[in-house]
């Protein structure tokens, strides 16, 4: 059962439209959806709103401290409401994962991702979900930096945003605890195949169109 949405990103409107800011945008299109607004809130040092999803309190979290100090933000708040590690999903960039598809995981690697690491380091475990938004890979390990903080392009920023359109679907799913579920909904990415067209046996030519 989640019952804190957590979006990772850098503040400030110069990390906006970058690809490490990926779940901003996820936790900015679920407050919408939700028609709540993101306040700031010194305390958990971060734009928080809380609000009701099938009946169940959830609170939408967007930590303020900069991608390498996030547990700060996400452990005051969890500590705050008794939420355990196991109720939070955390939103974010996932380098290994391409535009366009999700990845929905309980723990695991952080794999150098330092809101990951920070996150983990603050819980004191690395037991809680994450929503791995794929923003695909430069091809070069020396070029990770200035990847995940440069703007995708036009077509990967609308890959990304179908994926944020598609997974918001399994929100009631992860808020009532049905993870089996909700895994079936975000991994569903890609469209199926068209099938070719049928023929019956011993029929030759074009296939009519239909």
Known sequence: MIKLFVGLGNPGPEYEATRHNAGFWWVDALARD????????????????????????VWLLEPQT???????????LARFYKIEPQEILVIHDELDVVPG??????GGSHAG??????????????DYWRLRLGIGHPGVKSEVIHWVLKKPL???REAIENAIARTLHAVPAL?????????????????????????????GGAPAAG
């Open 34 to 57: 939700l028609k709540l607004v993101l306040q700031p809130e010194r305390g958990y040092h971060g734009f928080v709103a809380r609000g009701q999803v099938g009946g169940q309190t």
């Open 66 to 76: 900069f991608m390498n100090l996030s547990g700060k933000s996400v452990a005051a």
């Open 101 to 106: 598809e999700a990845k929905l995981k309980l």
């Open 113 to 126: 991702h330092n809101g990951l690491r920070d996150i983990h380091a603050q819980l004191g475990t690395g």
């Open 154 to 156: 036009k077509e990967q």
């Open 175 to 203: 808020v009532a605890g049905e993870m089996d579920k909700a895994t079936m909904l975000i991994h569903t990415s890609k469209p199926p195949r068209p099938k070719p067209p049928r023929r019956e046996p011993g029929e």
